[in-house]
């Protein structure tokens, strides 16, 4: 469950009941959970606790999803999508993988999104967008001059604004999902110590590193 406390339709303010209502129907989504995507639907509930950032952030979807964009949504998809899977979100990166397709992406790009650099289905401005979105997410914004020169070559100063954006917000709402355990990022942490077998030793590569001898260590692991 979500680390922080979800908040009901009697509790929730008026916007919140209002998109409640677009999601859930007649359901209250704490006790009666679920979306149409398959998703909880707990990134509602849980943001509705802070009303004018839930505000804030219903805001940050209309302005993406707004026709008075400049830049064209695959590109923005291929930025939203990238970031989620870079920075480990599964809730953000299987959302928009659903959005690529309904953008009309063909589903082998989208599928070669998570391994792009290997990948030759992408074209110079579609590299060039998942070039950039790797060095917003996993450079922190340090963007080598000439990536940015390759995002001007297809883009304006406007669309590359845009895609800055769109692609921060969505790397901070990954990183939001996973902190506060919602939506598909309610698992817990892969990385964890793996115990020895009852009895066993400790790593012999200290031992080798300073000049044992290896056969005596594999001797003793035996």
Excluded at 36 to 45: I, L, V, Y
Excluded at 64 to 88: C, I, M, N, W
Excluded at 170 to 184: N, V
């Amino acid at each position: 469950m979500p680390r922080t406390r979800e908040v009901g339709s009697e509790e929730a303010h008026g916007h919140a009941r209002a998109l409640y209502r677009l999601l859930f129907g007649d359901r209250d989504p704490v006790t009666d959970p679920g979306t149409s995507t398959g998703t909880p639907g707990d990134w509602w509930t849980v943001t509705a606790a802070v009303p004018e950032m839930f505000d804030h952030i219903v805001d940050g979807f209309n302005f993406y999803r707004s026709p008075d964009r400049k830049l064209d949504p695959l590109l923005r998809e291929l930025g939203q999508t990238r970031a989620g899977f870079v920075r480990g979100s599964q809730f953000v990166y299987s959302q928009h993988m659903k959005a690529c397709r309904e953008n009309g992406m063909d589903p082998d790009k989208a599928e070669a999104i998570r391994a792009w650099s290997v990948a030759e289905c992408f074209s110079p401005i579609e590299r060039a967008v998942l070039a950039y979105t790797d060095a917003l997410v996993l450079q922190g914004g340090r963007v080598p001059d000439e990536v940015f020169d390759a995002l001007r070559e297809g883009l304006s100063d406007e669309e590359i604004l845009e895609l800055t954006y769109i692609t921060c917000t969505y790397d901070m709402h990954a990183t939001m999902s996973k902190a506060l355990r919602l939506e598909y990022d309610n698992v817990d942490d892969p990385i964890v110590e793996i115990a020895s077998p009852e009895g066993g030793k400790l790593d012999p590569t200290p031992v080798v590193s300073q000049g044992g001898d290896p056969m005596a260590v594999v001797d003793q692991v035996e």
